[in-house]
């Protein structure tokens, strides 16, 4: 486990030498709504192309406002987000949002639902249905494709979300809670799920999450946010293998340890 100080990333973010290069840099990021309320102050944060970072700290740290930001769904008071170099304006092909309330068009089949995304592109009916059928199938939802939303347990309509987020091609999927509404059978299954399409599809993810055992099992890197203003308070390297079985990687010492050292780090925010 390598766990790194706060303080070591109060300036710009600067990788290892030898770590994937950073694919979003998030610079000076402050965020201050009506009220003057500060939701987050000088975040400075690179995610690195092709890593799983969960976003992980108290209720009302600013995970999901900084996660919006990076979608640019936000924009912040101060500071930058860069996404291959170029400043965020808005949001922009190259990124994906799953939302937690799955955000599924109640009206239209799981097949429209998941080739969605490609439909407001402009692609064209064959190729869409196409790609949305091929991800269909990657999440597991093969033969569910003239399904309607409300013909479908919750675990399902966020994996119809997940479809569509890989359908369009972005090169960065940001997952909102993605497991929040599903029961916890559902929740382990999902995250083993996400393992393989990660492995398969090769893309940079970034999740927030209330959950440090979620976060342990699922992250190459997990950035601790202190309580309101959120700033970074840690960032945690899991140094797990997950290539074996997922019920035993639960069961491993280096996982319930490094579990437990991360509460022990939150727990002083927890009222």
Known sequence: MNMTSATEHAGAPVAPADAPDAIIEVEGIHKVYSGNVTALEN?????RRGEMTSLL???GCGKTTLLKIVAGLLKPTDGEVRVNGAPVKGPGPERAFVFQDFALMPWATVLRNAGYGLEVRGVAKREREERARHYINEVGLAGFEEKYPHE??????Q????ARALAVDADVLLMDEPFSAVDEQTRRKFQEDLIRLREIEKKTF???THSIEEAVYLSDRIVLLSPRPGRVAQIVTPEIDRSGDPEAIRRTTEYLDLIDDIWA???TYVE
Do not use: T
Request: hydrophobic letters at 45%; proline letters at 4%; aromatic letters at 4%.
């Open 265 to 267: 780090g939150l727990r």
């Open 206 to 208: 970034i999740l927030v």
């Open 152 to 157: 479908l347990s919750g675990g399902m309509r």
């Open 57 to 59: 700290g108290p209720s």
């Open 43 to 47: 975040i400075n944060l690179d995610f």
């Open 159 to 162: 994996r119809v979300g997940l």
